[in-house]
């Protein structure tokens, strides 16, 4: 779905299932992590999911992790996305997320 | 873009231009309002914006609000997206956010 | 709690309860705005809930919801806090969320 | 600040900081590291900062690389804060963030 004004995004996002009855959200994360593998996206779980990409591929990813965590029983999603974009400079594709902690790493090095 | 498995989505998102040399925020916003005011979709502007449509549009609108504010002259934006869905109610297109407020007045005014 | 370093903070939350067995979150929300009425501090209901007043009271007062929250039977709840401090203009208290509102809106007037 | 009532809060917080006039936030960011490191607890730093302990203690922590911020120049800031308590299961103080992670990985394994 990527066309030419699709701007770069970096994203995480903090996907809750809700009304579950079951406070444990890993089994659902699991499976959020499943359809990630497969967007071919870069990606990396923590307390939120970073992903990145092109805009329209990042938030068919997520939407697809809606679809499948309702597939698995949730009846209700709450998900937060934090999510960038910049003209400044050029990311290359797969790095955006690293380079932003390196650049600190970098500055508290010195 | 919708689509058949086009998940119906309730979403409220706060987008905050960077590097821009000034605090404010109002020309920015004013211009995404005139964006969603295009998209079709439902929205009211409060401490985010509320945004409400199939998921598909409802992320093409806030990413259009990123290239219009791109092009007004911000190098860099970051933005946090709030964005709901569920199977278990099936939801009048454009109620969704006004229904929520509306189940808390009531439980309230009994 | 407020100190003489204590930041004013313009905030908006969203509680979600986890593990309840049930999709709504009226009840729950409903329970937090009688907290917030307790704290003195202004808030208004919508997406999430706005509240503004200094950081370390605004702070006590979602922790104080969290509480209330886990009383009422939620073994575990996600939070997204949005919370904006600013020190180019003095805010009067109680009127930083709608001040952000109106300047968007005379903009658009224009 | 921690009291007997204070839930142990296991936190994630992204730092925007507004007007500057400069895309990049790295200085910035690493300038709330070193507030971190004194605040003594437990942080980890991604697209947003990993941060737990007991809530007031972290709001604090928040609090606090907000006016390090401001004194390094920048008029506003946004935060997102993501906060997580839950009374189902004790959480060993430092462990909250890394345990989630590896309840996911655990179950991928399989």
Known sequence: MSTSDDLYAVAD???IPMGTGEPSVAGYIAECQRILEKSGLKYKVGY???LEGPWSEVSKAIHDCHLAV??????????????????DRQIVPGTGNEAKVKRVEDILSK
């Open 13 to 15: 996002f903090c996907l």
């Open 48 to 50: 939120g999911t970073n």
């Open 70 to 87: 309702h597939a698995q029983g949730a009846p209700r999603i709450a998900t937060d996305i934090r999510i960038g974009t910049r003209t």
